[in-house]
C-alpha cells in the first residue's frame, strides 16, 4: 500500500520490532482458500490452518487503514452492477451462477478460450445473448422492474454516482460492459504473466525497470502555525525498483528519486530515466538492455512524447530499451514511495526545529543517510535538471506525431528509420510499425 501511514510492527527473524508495509487482500479469506484448493489438488489443508498463515503485513480490506483508491474503474464498475443487482443470490440456482465478475466473462466465452475469445474474433464463443436471456428471465421471474446501482463516471470530474434504471436497459448496458472489459481483464493477466516470465528470463546484462510517480509528500513539522496547513510546498518522489541477474539469481535494487520539480511528464520522466540507467551502469557497466513497465498514465509515460524518447534510448544513455506498461494493478513501487514518506513524516516531527525537514532538498539529505533509510537508494534531481532537458526534448516533440490508439498499447519497442513496434499486449504475435515524426513539408 502507497500511504506513509500504511505499516504494521512484526517481528523479524532476530526477534526485533520492524515497520512492514501493508499488503491489501482484495479478496476474503474463503474465496482466497477456495482458490488455493483448485489451483493445488493435492495439497491438504484445512481453512483454520489456511487462514492462520496470513502474514501479519497482508490486511483485509474494511478495517483501519484500508481505504483503497486508483483501482480500475472498468473492474469496479462491472463489481458495483453485480452487487447492485444482487446476482450472487438471484443467480446461484440457475445454469449460470454469477457469484464473482469472473463467471459473467467466462460465461460469453468458450469454456477452453483461445486468445480471440477475448478479443471477439471467435465465432464459436456464445457471447452475451445466452447470459442477457437468463438475467431477464430471472428479473422477470422476481418480479425486479428497476435496478438501483452505483457506478463511477468521469464527466470531467471522477464522481462514484446512483443510478436507476429498468431491468432490460440494465442487462443491455451489464453486457455492453462485460464486451469492454473483456479484453482489457486478458490484457491485465497477460502483462503480470510477462512480467513475471521477464524476471525469470533476463540474461545477466540485462534490467527489469518498474517505475512510477508516488504521491508528492508534503511536508509536516512539529509545533507548525496554522498557516502552515495551506503551504503548498511539496516534493516530487519518483519509485524505482530494479531486477537483474546475479550469478544466475534473481536479485533487486530500490531507487527513489526526490525533486523540488512538480511536473510529472514526458521530461520530468527522461530525466528520472537519465539517472536510473546512470545507476543501473554502476551496478554492471556493461548493460545492454532495459525493459521498463509502467502504469499507462498518458501525461507521464503512454504518450507521443515518451515513445519518441524511447525511441532515443539507445542514443541518449548507450543502452537499448522497450518499454510495457501494466492493464492495472499496483507495483512494489508504492510500497516503497509509501516507506520513504512514512519514515520522512516521523523523522520530521521528531527532529529538533532547526533540523526539521521542510524542503525537498532536505528531505533529500535526510534520506541518503544510511542509517535513516536502508536498502533504497537517493537520488536528487532538481528543477534546474528539468529545465535545461525541456529545452533539447521541446525541439524533438515538435517533430513527432501522435500514434492512433495509444490508450490500447501496452508494448512499445524502438525499430529503423523513424519507427516504433507497438503491440495490444506484450506477448501478442501481432505487431504494428508505426511512424513517429512529421513528414516535414518543402
Not at 474463503?30 to 489443508?45: F, G, H, N, V
Request: net charge positive.
Amino acid at each position: 500500500m502507497p500511504g506513509k501511514k500504511d505499516y504494521v510492527s512484526v517481528r523479524d527473524n532476530d526477534g526485533k520490532r520492524v515497520h512492514v508495509q501493508k499488503r491489501l487482500i482484495l479478496s476474503n479469506i474463503k474465496e482466497l482458500y477456495q482458490r488455493y484448493r483448485e489451483q493445488y489438488l493435492a495439497d491438504k489443508i484445512g481453512f483454520s490452518k489456511f487462514a492462520s498463515l496470513r502474514p501479519e503485513n497482508c490486511v483485509l480490506a474494511g478495517g483501519s487503514g484500508t481505504h483503497t483508491i486508483c483501482v480500475c474503474a472498468l473492474h469496479q464498475n462491472i463489481k458495483l452492477m453485480v452487487l447492485g443487482a444482487n446476482l450472487s443470490s438471484l443467480t446461484k440456482d440457475s445454469t449460470i451462477p454469477l457469484q464473482h465478475y469472473n463467471d459473467c466473462l467466462k460465461s460469453i466465452i468458450c469454456e477452453t478460450p483461445s486468445f480471440k475469445c477475448y478479443f471477439g474474433k471467435c465465432n464459436a464463443c456464445p457471447g452475451t445473448e445466452k447470459l442477457s436471456e437468463i438475467l431477464n428471465e430471472i428479473f422477470d421471474q422476481n418480479e425486479i422492474d428497476n435496478i438501483t446501482y452505483k457506478h463511477w463516471i468521469a464527466n470531467p470530474h471522477t464522481n462514484l454516482e446512483t443510478t436507476i434504471k429498468s431491468s432490460t436497459d440494465f442487462v443491455d448496458l451489464f453486457c455492453n460492459n462485460l464486451k469492454v472489459l473483456l479484453p482489457h481483464s486478458y490484457i491485465a493477466k497477460e502483462q503480470a504473466s510477462f512480467m513475471k516470465s521477464l524476471k525469470q528470463s533476463l540474461k545477466e546484462d540485462e534490467f527489469l525497470v518498474i517505475c512510477d510517480f508516488a504521491e508528492n509528500y508534503a511536508f509536516v513539522v512539529q509545533n507548525a502555525t496554522a498557516g502552515f496547513h495551506w503551504n503548498n510546498n511539496q516534493s516530487t518522489i519518483f519509485p524505482v525498483v530494479i531486477y537483474f541477474k546475479v550469478n544466475n539469481e534473481l536479485t533487486h535494487e530500490s531507487l527513489v528519486i526526490i525533486s523540488d520539480c512538480n511536473k510529472h511528464d514526458s521530461v520530468a520522466v527522461h530525466v528520472f530515466c537519465r539517472i536510473t540507467t546512470n545507476f543501473v551502469k554502476s551496478i554492471f557497466r556493461r548493460a545492454a538492455k532495459i525493459y521498463y513497465f509502467s502504469d499507462g498514465a498518458p501525461q507521464q509515460f503512454e504518450n507521443f512524447k515518451n515513445f519518441v524518447n524511447i525511441y532515443y534510448h539507445e542514443n541518449d544513455f548507450e543502452i537499448s530499451a522497450e518499454w510495457h506498461f501494466f492493464a492495472t494493478g499496483k507495483g512494489p513501487c508504492d510500497g516503497i514511495g509509501g516507506t520513504i514518506k512514512r519514515m520522512a513524516a516521523r523523522a520530521s516531527l521528531q527532529l529538533p526545529v532547526d533540523q526539521q525537514i521542510t524542503t525537498p532538498f532536505e528531505l533529500y539529505a535526510w534520506a541518503s543517510k544510511s542509517s535513516n533509510i536502508s536498502n533504497i537508494t537517493v537520488y536528487f534531481s532538481s528543477l534546474e535538471d528539468y529545465t535545461k532537458a525541456a529545452e533539447k526534448l521541446n525541439d524533438r516533440y515538435k517533430n513527432t506525431k501522435t500514434i492512433s490508439g495509444t490508450q490500447k498499447l501496452h508494448c512499445i519497442k524502438p525499430n529503423k528509420n523513424g519507427c516504433i513496434t507497438v503491440k495490444e499486449y506484450s506477448n501478442s504475435e501481432e505487431c504494428r510499425v508505426c511512424k513517429l515524426f512529421k513528414r516535414l513539408r518543402k
